[in-house]
């Protein structure tokens, strides 16, 4: 019902401005308003919380959100609040939030970037208790205007959605390929799975080390930028070959070099790897005939310095064609080769098992060796530093195991697996987002841990309407404006304000 149509004898127990009565039901409902700017420039209405009832013979009866309006706080209210390293993640990884937008809708967006940003901040955290998380930090007043929870229920519906309606998904992944360097390692990552009758669940390669089942996260990441693209989970029994099929069927991939692990070796994964104008770097297992036939009468032919940020190394290698595309090189490292004879002999000297003279003079030729298979057209300094350059993803991986922690999932259903590694990878573009940062400081003694301890320091107190800074060191303002985040001081509280617009 129109706010023209509602009887006076309730429009005169109105509370006061910007608030409007409403008709549900047969009563008489009072909600805040706040006038909101239209990406038309219009000026509009967006309606908050209820706060009371108006009765007619008895007026206005206010509810427990009723000190929202008034100004005043509740006793059991949060007035200090995590600041720090959530609005440093948000303004560092603001991009990412960004792209999310575009595929998502604003309050879906939103609640899949609260909730990477909990885990990025805190490491693995179990649904049941992000929501404790979300209404102690600054996220809670960031997104309190967008309509989303973050309760287990909420993020069970949340994960259980990215899982089963996979469209938004894919485009956003294929975005991400999109705007790559289109050069792409992939890999795989057991981890432990503590669920029973988990739908992924299974005893796999690493049963023995993980003391349990396993579910295989697989992950696409750009070589050259650091930035993860696509995540999905498999079977802990799906070996890495099994997957290229799978991945190839779901994106179009085309003009992409990748670069992938000797666990992906097979003719089938070749022909789909060199498909559509893509192209591969690959190492060759020691047990098929193409490494057997490269390293019969081996002779190196050629050498070059191979140089990766202050380090270098001098390389020598040979290559032969093994089709009209393909060519298999043998390349030395000659510097790992000399540290891997040095520690070879020091472990013989310590009387370790299985380190013998013997065993020494048959491999100290083949220690720092890499015997890789490409078909792109690049040259043998190139595929090597091409495929050098594939230990980026496994750094990411070792953020995923220790730093943030994602070991144990417990999360039994197929969809809310699938669903949570979409937010694993926005997580990991968090990451990315974040070391870049950190290395603009150029400072070798900082890293991104030391960075959101910093952060971690500055609180948001609420005074009266105003949310005021606190506990902050003028160093460490310093250092994180350097990184591009420069920290509020007092923000508004945008709950009790109104402003008038002539309609």
């Not at 290395?439 to 910093?454: C, E, G, Q």
Request: aromatic residues 12%.
């Amino acid at each position: 019902m129109a706010a023209s149509k509602i009887p006076e004898e309730i429009k005169k127990h109105r509370p006061g401005p910007c608030t409007e009565v409403k008709l549900i039901n047969g009563h008489y409902y009072v909600y805040m308003y706040q006038s909101v700017q239209l990406p038309s420039g219009k000026w509009g209405k967006k309606t908050g919380k209820s706060i009371g009832t108006i009765i007619a013979d008895k007026g206005f009866i206010p509810n427990r959100n009723y000190h929202l309006y008034e100004g005043t706080q509740s006793q059991d209210e949060i007035t200090v609040l995590e600041y720090g390293q959530y609005a440093l993640i948000g303004e560092i990884a603001h991009d990412v939030l960004t792209s999310l937008e575009r595929h998502f809708p604003a309050d879906r967006a939103c609640q899949i970037f609260a909730y990477a940003s909990i885990l990025y901040a805190n490491g693995f955290v179990h649904q049941d208790q992000v929501h404790r998380y979300y209404e102690q930090s600054w996220l809670s007043q960031e997104y309190k205007t967008v309509p989303f929870q973050m309760g287990k229920t909420a993020l069970g519906s949340l994960l259980d959605n990215l899982g089963r309606r996979t469209t938004r998904v894919v485009r956003y992944e294929e975005e991400n390929i999109r705007e790559s360097s289109s050069a792409i390692a992939i890999d795989g990552h057991a981890i432990r799975s503590c669920s029973d009758e988990n739908d992924l669940g299974e005893s796999g390669y690493k049963f023995l080390q993980l003391k349990g089942e396993q579910v295989n996260l697989l992950m696409g990441y750009d070589i050259n930028t650091g930035m993860p693209l696509f995540a999905r989970m498999f079977r802990g029994s799906c070996s890495d070959k099994a997957t290229i099929e799978d991945l190839a069927d779901l994106f179009a991939f085309s003009g992409i070099l990748f670069v992938v692990d000797r666990g992906f070796y097979s003719k089938k994964n070749l022909r789909i790897l060199s498909a559509n104008d893509n192209s591969y770097i690959i190492p060759v297992p020691s047990h098929t005939d193409v490494f057997k036939t490269a390293m019969t009468g081996l002779q190196y032919m050629d050498e070059f310095y191979y140089r990766s940020g202050k380090k270098h190394s001098r390389i020598e290698y040979t290559s032969k064609r093994i089709s009209e595309t393909e060519h298999v090189y043998v390349f030395r490292d000659i510097d790992e080769n000399e540290k891997c004879r040095f520690n070879y002999q020091h472990c013989i000297e310590l009387g370790k098992d299985g380190y013998t003279w013997e065993k020494f003079e048959q491999n100290k030729e083949y220690f720092g060796v890499y015997v890789l298979q490409s078909n792109a057209a690049f040259s043998a300094e190139e595929v090597f530093t091409g495929y050098k350059k594939r230990w980026g993803i496994e750094t990411l991986y070792q953020y995923l195991k220790n730093k943030g922690n994602f070991n144990d999932l417990m999360i039994q259903d197929y969809y809310k697996e699938q669903g949570f590694a979409f937010i694993m990878l926005v997580t990991g573009q968090i990451h990315q987002r974040m070391l870049a940062a950190v290395k603009s400081l150029n400072n070798s003694t900082m890293s991104v841990h030391d960075v959101l301890l910093m952060a971690r320091y500055l609180k948001m107190e609420r005074r009266g309407n105003n949310w005021n800074l606190k506990n902050a060191r003028k160093r460490d303002l310093q250092i994180l404006e350097r990184m591009g985040f420069k920290p509020k001081l007092m923000v508004s509280d945008i709950r009790n304000a109104c402003i008038s617009v002539k309609t």
